[in-house]
């Protein structure tokens, strides 16, 4: 059975940084993109980063320039660098994998204080 495990999430001031990290088991067939969601409360789920089996990054307009996402194909794990954190980006986090089919996490809570 494949299973993503997310780290990192907690609770941080204004302005500050957080590292989440998605490390996956299993077996999983032609792993495709890895990416990161996000969730707020009433919200939507929406994407926040993803990367490309290439290394090709795609960010959501309200975190370029502050978030950097990466990946280790061969430990399959994907990271999410967040600097800058703003009260707005408060939500839980999900790592995703897409193969023959989507993979999610348990998600991870991110709580950014004013």
């Known amino acids: 059975q494949v299973q993503l495990v997310e780290s990192g999430g907690g609770l941080v001031q204004a302005g500050g940084s957080l590292r989440l990290s998605c490390a996956a088991s299993?077996?999983?067939?032609?792993?495709?993109?890895m990416g990161w969601y996000r969730q707020a409360p009433g919200k939507q789920r929406e994407l926040v980063a993803v990367?490309?089996?290439?290394?090709?990054?795609t960010y959501a307009d309200s975190v370029k320039g502050r978030f950097t996402i990466s990946r280790d194909n061969a430990k399959i794990t994907a990271d999410l660098q967040m600097n800058s954190l703003r009260p707005e980006d408060t939500a839980v986090y999900y790592c995703?994998?897409?193969?023959?089919?989507?993979?999610w996490g348990q998600g991870t809570q991110v709580t950014v204080s004013s």
């Open positions: 990367i490309s089996s290439g290394g090709r990054t």
């Open positions: 299993g077996s999983i067939f032609r792993i495709n993109a």
């Open positions: 995703n994998i897409k193969g023959v089919r989507d993979y």
